[in-house]
């Protein structure tokens, strides 16, 4: 959001001044956040350790609690340091947290995954990459779209009427060929993608998404799903993820959480205008206290 570098003092103080007391203002906390991007809160944190000689997740740990304080400290580390950690997170110890795994990996585009290559071998000394693959089903079609999507490559096909009947034939007959769907979603632009899904449509009279979600299934279904929202837009795979987490709300506050973290700054106004309902309605319905107004102030739902 390229503030001046005074204004990051001034954001500091905010911070600093809203914790002070008996009580904390969480509102003069959000009203920073939703002036600054992740980018912009690291600004934020030199500024602080320049006007008050400590980190202000240290404050900020002790002055908050809950799923608020986990959007506020999250939103403070740095978008690849936090994307890194959680997909550490997702793959580490004996069980793999397959859902968050996909949300994580195929809400990146190819610059984001060049960037958490590099971060998550900087905190871990190891290659995400490697560490993915060890920990998901060699076989399993929504895990080989994740591998295809870490090294995405988007290059112009300028073949889009034989892309739509490619993966026409994918879907025919008894088995579905899931190995096109994965080296089109991984190669082509969005703007050809676009492209194909329209003349699926009106060259076969079906949706391109039914397809999808008549021929896949589980974990494969959703990433997708995923894969295929994300190709239209950012925002539409934001959608998806916080439309699923509110349906699935005993378990939706991790995946509510991180996409709001790290995507909040970049897709807000997109959401709004993409999401099927009313996101404010939503999180109104499902959530409640401090975090609801980080989430409505956050994803400027109000």
Not at 70 to 83: A, P
Not at 137 to 157: P, V
Not at 217 to 228: C, D, Q, R
Request: hydrophobic share 35%; aromatic share 12%; with cysteine.
């Amino acid at each position: 959001m390229n503030h001046q570098p005074q204004q990051y003092m001034i954001f500091a103080n905010e911070i600093h001044q809203a914790c002070k007391g008996a009580g904390t203002d969480e509102l003069r906390i959000l009203n920073v956040l939703t002036q600054c991007s992740m980018e912009d809160l690291q600004q934020v944190i030199r500024a602080y350790y320049v006007s008050f000689g400590q980190p202000i997740s240290r404050l900020l740990k002790k002055q908050t609690g809950g799923k608020f304080r986990d959007i506020v400290l999250g939103s403070f580390e740095g978008r690849y340091q936090y994307w890194a950690r959680k997909i550490r997170e997702a793959i580490k110890g004996i069980g793999t947290d397959e859902k968050s795994l996909i949300e994580l990996v195929l809400m990146g585009n190819a610059d984001d995954w060049y960037s958490i290559r590099k971060e998550y071998f900087k905190a871990y000394t190891r290659n995400v990459m490697d560490d993915i693959s060890d920990k998901t089903a060699k076989n399993a079609d929504w895990a080989k779209l994740l591998r295809g999507w870490i090294f995405q490559t988007r290059h112009s096909r300028s073949q889009p009427e034989r892309d739509a009947k490619e993966l026409y034939s994918a879907v025919k007959g008894a088995e579905t060929n899931a190995d096109t769907f994965i080296r089109l979603l991984c190669s082509t632009t969005h703007e050809e993608f676009a492209q194909i899904v329209r003349i699926y449509q009106k060259k076969y009279n079906k949706s391109l998404k039914n397809a999808i979600i008549k021929e896949f299934s589980g974990k494969s279904e959703k990433a997708f799903i995923l894969a295929y929202d994300c190709m239209l837009s950012p925002a539409k795979g934001c959608s998806y993820i916080i439309n699923e987490s509110f349906e699935s709300f005993r378990s939706c506050d991790k995946s509510l959480v991180n996409v709001t973290i790290l995507f909040r700054d970049r897709y807000s106004a997109e959401v709004q205008q993409v999401y099927e309902v009313s996101l404010a309605k939503d999180i109104q319905k499902y959530t409640s206290g401090k975090y609801e107004k980080a989430l409505l102030l956050l994803w400027k739902a109000q």
